[in-house]
């Protein structure tokens, strides 16, 4: 990613946070950020690529989906388990259910080309960048 991509990233997350503490308050969404509700996620510049690797342990490779719209790679997953467990007259069962969502600004990659794997509850996409060619240089003469 260039400096342009993630200040862009950077000033697009913070609008997003503001909005939400707007309309929910100062801590509706605090428990969210780094809690249960993210995955850690890597981004390297390989030169020719973008290597993007989230950390998602528990996931089924099912339940997890990958999107490119719009210059954005979307990451989402849902989880969902029940727990129950009955002893003597007392019988507890709790659900736990999440969506999962990590999107990145990513411009000028192929993504007729774009790569995914998942080994070991680490997701790798691997993003080939765009060729770049330089522009067209022309020397104007001064009269």
Known sequence: MTGRSLRRLDRD????WDT??????????????????QFRTDIKDNGDRYV??????????????????NS?????AKREAINKDEKENYIRQERHYGEFVRRFFVEDIDDQNIEASFNNGVLTIICPKLAVTPPDRKRIEIN
Do not use: Q
Not at 13 to 16: H, I, R, T, V
Not at 20 to 37: A, E, I, P, Y
Not at 52 to 69: Q, W
């Open 52 to 69: 993007i690797e989230a950390e998602m342990p528990g996931f089924d490779k099912d339940a997890i989906n990958i999107d490119y719209e």
């Open 13 to 16: 997350l913070g609008e997003m």
């Open 72 to 76: 954005y790679l979307t990451i989402s």
């Open 20 to 37: 939400f503490n707007d309309f929910f308050g100062d801590n509706f969404l605090t428990s969210f950020r780094g809690g249960v509700h």
